[in-house]
């Protein structure tokens, strides 16, 4: 299946986008960090672990004194070089600047976590804007002496790679609530070179909104980056990503989970064999987002309607059961079905 440029996927809890009512927001701009003009902060005037705030967001960082090198975390920037390749450039965004032309943004890296505040923690996180660093754009743009150009059927030692050029790099967004880590996910894909007309392949090279409603209330949020090429060490794509106005929704989300006891959500047939229809005229609800998953939590559908009933083909699919979930305003409804 072929993705969009920003595709939300909840692999379990079957929750999609969230519909949050009118609140305050805060939003980490990055510009409470003071930095020199066209320079950055990786940690090292703090090395062996330390954090920097903005906002909401309580962002780790930890710069290694053996190998001088910033190790985990995130660091801060306002570096504006959006041509030079290579990791001399690690801090640079592809955008030379800040979200709407602001000055200061972060990089994240593998594994990076971003903890909420004592205002924030329990709540739910809106999103956050998200672009490529320059050092991967350029590498996945032209390749380099570590990873593929993206689209090619080999890899940088000249091999074929088995990838037939389908290439992706996929940033995935997991949520922490009372300490533990959730099954709720949220992709980004930061390139992917996956459809089947190539003129639609891309390398995200602007800021895009990431949205985390989906997510429901959290404490933290941990990142982690997957790519399609990969070598004996690892993943061979450069594993940085630039963020900026990280924002908090200031309200946690109430969700009222049921198994329709009132009957307002009427799904038809039950057992279905290729077409299920969703009656939504029984909910209070301007829209509804509709999710489908199998029984290991696999989302296969979703979608935001407003037809009063909606009908879904699952010819596609195999027999056995499913739960379709509706979320209308803070009511989330989740009903199994079988699949003949």
């Given at each position: 299946?072929?993705?969009?440029?920003?595709?939300?996927?909840?692999?379990?809890?079957?929750?999609?986008?969230?519909?949050?009512?009118a609140q305050?927001?805060?939003?980490?701009?990055?510009?409470?960090?003071?930095?020199?003009?066209?320079?950055?902060?990786?940690?090292?005037?703090?090395?062996?672990?330390?954090?920097?705030?903005?906002?909401?967001?309580?962002?780790?960082?930890?710069?290694?004194?053996?190998w001088?090198?910033?190790?985990?975390?995130?660091?801060y920037s306002?570096?504006?070089?959006?041509?030079?390749?290579?990791?001399?450039n690690?801090?640079s965004?592809?955008?030379?600047?800040?979200?709407?032309?602001?000055?200061?943004y972060?990089?994240g890296?593998?594994?990076?976590?971003?903890?909420?505040?004592?205002?924030?923690?329990?709540?739910?996180?809106?999103?956050?804007?998200?672009t490529?660093?320059?050092?991967?754009?350029?590498?996945?743009?032209?390749?380099?002496?570590?990873?593929?150009?993206?689209?090619?059927?080999?890899?940088?030692?000249?091999?074929?790679?088995?990838?037939?050029?389908?290439?992706?790099?996929?940033l995935?967004?997991?949520k922490?609530?009372?300490?533990?880590?959730?099954?709720?996910?949220?992709?980004?894909?930061?390139?992917d070179?996956?459809?089947?007309?190539?003129?639609?392949?891309?390398?995200?090279?602007?800021?895009?909104?990431?949205?985390l409603?989906?997510?429901?209330?959290?404490?933290?949020?941990?990142?982690?980056?997957?790519?399609?090429?990969?070598?004996?060490?690892?993943?061979?794509?450069?594993?940085?990503?630039?963020?900026?106005?990280?924002t908090?929704?200031?309200?946690a989300?109430?969700?009222?989970?049921?198994?329709?006891?009132?009957?307002?959500?009427?799904?038809?047939?039950?057992?279905?064999?290729?077409?299920?229809?969703?009656?939504?005229?029984?909910?209070?609800?301007?829209?509804?987002?509709?999710?489908?998953?199998d029984?290991?939590?696999?989302?296969?559908?979703?979608e935001?309607?407003?037809k009063?009933?909606?009908?879904?083909?699952?010819?596609?699919?195999?027999?056995?059961?499913?739960?379709?979930?509706?979320?209308?305003?803070?009511?989330?409804?989740?009903?199994k079905?079988?699949?003949?």
């Open positions: 299946m072929k993705t969009q440029l920003l595709k939300l996927t909840l692999i379990t809890g079957f929750v999609a986008a969230a519909i949050l009512p305050s927001q805060t939003v980490s701009t990055f510009e409470n960090l003071t930095l020199s003009p066209d320079s950055y902060w990786d940690g090292s005037s703090n090395p062996m672990g330390t954090t920097f705030t903005s906002g909401n967001g309580i962002f780790p960082n930890f710069y290694d004194t053996a001088a090198y910033w190790a985990s975390g995130w660091a306002n570096m504006k070089d959006s041509t030079t390749a290579g990791y001399t690690m801090y965004a592809r955008t030379a600047s800040g979200y709407n032309n602001s000055a200061n972060i990089i890296q593998q594994a990076s976590y971003i903890n909420l505040n004592a205002t924030a923690i329990g709540k739910v996180v809106n999103g956050f804007y998200i490529n660093g320059t050092y991967a754009a350029i590498s996945m743009r032209d390749g380099d002496a570590f990873a593929k150009k993206f689209g090619s059927i080999y890899n940088a030692d000249g091999n074929i790679d088995g990838t037939n050029g389908e290439d992706w790099f996929l995935n967004v997991h922490y609530l009372g300490g533990v880590m959730t099954n709720d996910s949220v992709n980004f894909y930061l390139a070179y996956r459809f089947a007309d190539s003129t639609q392949d891309y390398i995200v090279t602007e800021w895009q909104w990431v949205d409603t989906s997510l429901g209330n959290a404490d933290s949020l941990f990142f982690t980056l997957t790519s399609s090429d990969n070598g004996m060490w690892g993943m061979n794509t450069p594993a940085f990503f630039c963020v900026d106005d990280f908090t929704s200031d309200a989300l109430a969700l009222n989970e049921n198994e329709n006891p009132d009957n307002s959500l009427y799904i038809y047939p039950n057992p279905a064999m290729d077409i299920l229809n969703i009656d939504l005229s029984l909910l209070n609800m301007n829209s509804a987002q509709i999710s489908i998953a029984v290991s939590g696999k989302q296969i559908y979703t935001r309607r407003t009063e009933v909606v009908s879904i083909d699952l010819s596609g699919y195999g027999s056995g059961i499913y739960f379709v979930s509706v979320l209308s305003e803070n009511n989330l409804t989740t009903k079905i079988v699949k003949k």
